[in-house]
């Protein structure tokens, strides 16, 4: 598991907010409706991590730009066992897809950047910047690719 900062959240959170300011409301619901959409039909993710990402999408409060559910009240409301969505919010923390703050022991606070196209991460294409840095996803196969700037912390590595 990856550790987000206070600091990277609030950076993270705050261009997400900015973002979703920008928008109308119609352009917002259907970046919040498109997003799952694509993630679904993503080979890169088990259909436990697509799953879970939709519901947590489906709880951001865009007022916050966050979600908070815990981890028990997911598995409840998707009828799976709570370490399957621990190891399913792991693989979406771990490709970029989600940043996830750990508050408390039990409760974490998800922002899921879906205002901005993440078409690379999710298929492996590769699209427009949108005026985040944020960098192509390297092949799992490439254990010798350099290391890149991540587009969430801004540091240099081979991902979170």
Same mark, same amino acid.
């Given at each position: 598991? *990856? *550790?987000? *900062?206070?600091? +990277?959240?609030? =950076? @993270?959170?705050?261009?997400?907010?900015?973002?979703?300011?920008e928008l109308s #409301?119609?352009?917002?619901?259907?970046? =919040?409706?498109?997003f799952p959409d694509e993630l679904r039909r993503s080979p890169l993710f088990t259909p436990a991590a697509k799953l879970v990402c939709w519901e947590i999408v489906q709880c951001v409060d865009e007022a916050i730009g966050y979600?908070? /559910?815990? +981890? +028990? *009240?997911?598995?409840?409301?998707?009828?799976? !066992? &709570? =370490?399957? $969505? #621990? =190891?399913?919010?792991?693989?979406?923390?771990?490709?970029? @897809?989600? $940043? $996830?703050q750990r508050v408390h022991r039990r409760v974490h606070h998800y922002l899921v950047p879906y205002f901005w196209a993440l078409a690379d991460k999710l298929s492996g294409?590769?699209?427009?910047? &949108?005026? $985040? !840095?944020?960098?192509?996803?390297? /092949?799992?196969?490439?254990k010798n690719a350099p290391p890149t #700037?991540?587009?969430?912390?801004d540091r240099r590595s081979t991902g979170h």
């Open positions: 598991m *990856t *550790t987000t *900062t206070q600091e +990277e959240f609030t =950076r @993270v959170r705050a261009a997400f907010l900015a973002r979703a300011a #409301r119609k352009e917002r619901d259907h970046a =919040r409706l498109s979600a908070w /559910p815990k +981890e +028990e *009240t997911l598995a409840e409301w998707l009828s799976i !066992d &709570v =370490r399957t $969505v #621990r =190891r399913a919010i792991q693989e979406l923390e771990q490709m970029s @897809v989600m $940043v $996830v294409k590769k699209t427009a910047s &949108v005026g $985040v !840095d944020r960098t192509k996803m390297q /092949p799992k196969a490439d #700037r991540c587009w969430i912390c």
